[in-house]
């Protein structure tokens, strides 16, 4: 192993990456390493992965982006109301995935932008919107990832509601979440009754405007700083989360650091949380409290700010974004811009709440597959091997997929120990060479959004990319390699 | 396996016992199963174990006293002085482990007495502490235990001190534990400096009072019901925590739990909590959130309901307590009502905080091995891989030793189920002859207190109890069974 004699080294800038992937850059072992893909009868994706392993600049390419990624902090600076921090228009509806419209959204994301409509006072009810949105124009649809924003399963953000900032003091970006709404019937899983209208307005009301103070406060002069929550993840991580469906004690140590500050407000609150009371200081803490989910929209922007750290390098096959808008499911990669590769994305398999069954579920949805691109969620099973009984598996099944992950990923994350593998670093950086070279597919744990808009949740489970989104890459990142000498 | 034909049947009460310990009540199993002691050259405890082995009330004894064992639950029903719970006098300390006085007692247990006797105003300062503590007669000391209460460490609790009172709603038991302080310099390592009593002032003037209006509230008619410990403890085995030295995600669920009712208390409680401040609640909150170990004083007094209530089977060797006092290690049987078996408290060996080291630190002390007794702290840590970078050893050690008190242990609890063990119950109930037969000694995780008085915490690390007491119990239950036929 180790590199020939005379080759240019590899600036690894303080990243452990792989053997293989160092070795990747010396022609001579890509003809050792590779092996063909299972159905490529013309010989065109063997073409192009030579081509990408060719190409001089793919091993510190990719060494920077994941450096990048790693080295990406992520403090929780503000919550305010998304139309303020994103600029959004009255009107504009962002969502999860790769772009969509109307007319091919599936049932969950249709409730959820009918519930969006009534909640912002644009519609009169749930069927009035979807008139409105089927008139082509009459609103904007956009991905929330097109705007430095993620969002859980459907992953509607409209200007009303109120978003976290996250700020990255590293690499100086922005990124940005909706509130969670916990579990069962809520606009996120595609339900628009008027109980869930109705949660909206009080998060808008008194939840948003409590951790806006808090968060500032904590923020403030002499106070002890922004919430870290690449720490709290971190900390996560060795007390039985994965930070896409655990959230635990992510949530319970928020709670913790916003607690003083939340419990100051009544009283000593200015702005939007002046009026607040004792009273809804206690329902506020018991709303997050009772939502093991409540820091899952933490981890996405923490995430998000990871993977966008690494966009843009040149030559890198990274993938920066996966994505699912519940029909369509998106990568982007770093070497590839803004582009998205799309194909249909599939229906998890899993566990089902109550009567529900296979055929009430909805194919993938949301944003949240952020946290498998940076190295958490599915990719980190092993630090929460109590999450089968929420997706499925066993204990067995959740060890295998963090060590098969390792097998896809081009580095390991000191700051994201898993303390079951010896406190292995979590498997980070999805190579598209590596998923197409080994038929790999990125492991996904996911909620389940029910196929009929109105419905919300039916159950939580497991699933992959559609395959063909990793060829569709790896032809491009071939395109823009340059020719062989 | 399994019992001959017509033997009687042993009544599990819906105990998972295992195999060979049902097999063990068939004499003739008895030779089968049985590998002489390492150092027994005049047979007796063979012969002991022989006697022991032929009780033919031994395993529906063992199943009684691990079924009321597993069956017990843990309520946090109040909080209140400890005089006034437990009916101690002025002048009167409980402390940790067997009976103690001043002569033998060591270092960190008299700079806890030298500390609460100022704490108490019965003392100008530590030294005059110590000189009148020193005077036969001029104080009273009795164990915890004595007394249906637990302490870590010194374990030293006086009449004004706060105590956290649990019960069982199974079995009708009470058990009581003193608020953690947190670490470093803290009585109960054997500090007595002023901020160590200004702490325990802060403690009963606020904090107690406090937490007395949040637990009487949530217990009261029209809430949630009182804290469940129980159902923490299950839930922080799923998080990382042992309930020994790690405690973080009990001690945030705990937190979670009482919120409300702590931000409800200015303006609203009554009593000693009457005049308490928004500022008090922030700060009590701040102290507790910030004390990862302070869910472990409900830890040990659930594991004393635990063991409490599978006390006093005839015939039953079933350990129910397992404590030190700095100088002896002690245990007690079912089948022997409330005698100790003592032996020299053995050093912890493990990581040591900043500049401290081996000579440093005081032999083993505490009443926290009730976790252990009761299947969890040491027992558990698979549950709780991190724990290994607190208290020394490796992920694999963590996983092996949970494994081994299996060979040591009559059942295992379903309620408290390790995940990366494919949810396998913990090994619980630790059985007298199996120590003996196979040579395996419970291990305990504990902290290490300097041996000097005064000096505090210096470390954390791993300990056994001394061999001989196991011996010991089993020539006690041995003289306690019938004749042979």
């Known amino acids: 192993m180790g590199l020939l004699d005379g080759e240019p080294r590899v600036v690894t800038a303080g990243v452990s990456l792989f053997a293989d992937s160092l070795a990747d850059q010396a022609v001579d072992t890509v003809r050792v390493d590779w092996r063909p893909p299972a159905d490529d009868p013309d010989g065109r994706l063997a073409a192009a992965l030579a081509r990408v392993f060719a190409d001089p600049r793919r091993a510190e390419a990719d060494a920077t982006a994941v450096g990048r990624m790693l080295a990406a902090g992520a403090r929780l600076v503000d919550v305010r109301p998304a139309g303020e921090a994103l600029g959004l228009e009255r009107g504009t509806f962002l969502h999860a995935g790769p772009p969509i419209d109307w007319e091919r959204a599936s049932g969950p994301m249709r409730g959820a932008l009918q519930g969006a409509m009534v909640f912002e006072g644009l519609a009169s009810d749930p069927d009035d919107a979807a008139r ?54 809520v606009l996120r899983y595609g339900a628009y009754s008027p109980e869930v209208v109705e949660r909206l307005r009080w998060m808008s009301a008194v939840l948003g405007p409590l951790l806006q103070h808090a968060v500032r406060d904590a923020a403030g002069p002499g106070a002890g700083g922004p919430v870290d929550v690449k720490a709290i993840i971190a900390q996560m991580l060795q007390m039985g989360d994965e930070g896409h469906n655990r959230n635990r004690a992510g949530t319970l140590m928020l709670l913790r650091d916003l607690l003083p500050a939340l419990i100051d407000a009544p009283g000593n609150a200015t702005g939007a949380a002046a009026h607040l009371t004792q009273a809804d200081v206690a329902r506020a803490v018991r709303f997050v409290g009772g939502n093991d989910h409540f820091f899952l929209n933490l981890v996405m922007p923490a995430c998000k700010l990871m993977t966008d750290a690494a966009r843009d390098v040149p030559g890198s096959g990274v993938v920066v974004a996966m994505a699912r808008n519940g029909t369509d499911f998106g990568i982007q990669v770093s070497g590839t811009g803004d582009r998205w590769f799309i194909g249909p994305a599939n229906t998890p398999q899993g566990l089902y709440l109550g009567d529900y069954g296979p055929d009430d579920a909805n194919p993938d949805i949301g944003d949240s597959a952020i946290t498998e691109t940076a190295g958490i969620g599915g990719f980190s099973m092993a630090a929460a091997p109590a999450i089968v009984r929420f997706v499925g598996g066993d204990v067995a099944f959740a060890l295998a997929t963090t060590r098969r992950m390792y097998e896809i990923t081009r580095a390991e994350n000191p700051a994201f120990a898993i303390p079951v593998l010896e406190f292995r670093g979590a498997p980070t950086g999805i190579d598209v060479t590596a998923v197409v070279r080994t038929g790999i597919l990125p492991q996904i744990n996911t909620g389940m959004a029910g196929r009929v808009a109105g419905v919300g949740q039916v159950g939580a489970g497991l699933v992959t990319p559609p395959a063909e989104v990793f060829p569709a890459a790896l032809h491009a990142l071939a395109e823009l390699a340059p020719p062989p000498a």
Chains 1, 2 share one sequence.
């Open 132 to 185: 409105q949105l089927a008139t082509p124009g009459a609103v904007r649809l956009e991905p929330c990832h097109h705007h430095a924003a993620v969002g859980p399963m459907a992953g509607v953000i409209s200007p009303s509601m109120w978003v976290f900032e996250l700020a990255d003091p590293v690499g100086g970006g922005r990124a940005w979440c909706s509130l969670n709404e916990g579990l069962g019937k």
